[in-house]
């Protein structure tokens, strides 16, 4: 059974940085589309990277140039490198595993973890 861990989430200033990670057991990262959702409370959810197997990597345009999404195939642990950070990017941050993710940011997130908290002060 697929079961990610995320971590990594806390508080931080405008501006700031944080880096996610989401550690995966049951299965080798190296064969499976993965991405990194978010989700505040009353907003919808909203997917803002994914990377497939092949390693290509795909951002929501609230993110673009400012998230990266990377992977450590040897610790089996994906990351979400989040710079400049905006009040607005304050949820919770989960990551999921599904051949979903290997082209859409909207994919099925049954398989995640219990998400990271976020939260960013202006």
């Known amino acids: 059974q697929v079961q990610p861990v995320e971590s990594g989430g806390g508080s931080v200033q405008a501006g700031g940085s944080l880096t996610l990670s989401c550690t995966v057991s049951?299965?080798?990262?190296?064969?499976?589309?993965m991405g990194w959702f978010r989700q505040a409370p009353g907003n919808a959810r909203e997917g803002v990277a994914r990377m497939d197997t092949a390693g290509n990597t795909d951002y929501a345009d609230s993110v673009k140039g400012r998230f990266t999404i990377t992977k450590d195939n040897a610790k089996n642990t994906l990351y979400l490198q989040m710079n400049s950070l905006k009040a607005e990017d304050t949820a919770m941050y989960y990551c999921?595993?599904?051949?979903?993710?290997?082209?859409?940011?909207?994919?099925?997130?049954?398989?995640r973890g219990q998400g990271t908290q976020v939260t960013v002060s202006s």
């Open positions: 049951g299965k080798s990262i190296t064969s499976m589309c």
């Open positions: 999921a595993a599904d051949r979903g993710w290997c082209w859409s940011l909207s994919a099925d997130s049954a398989t």
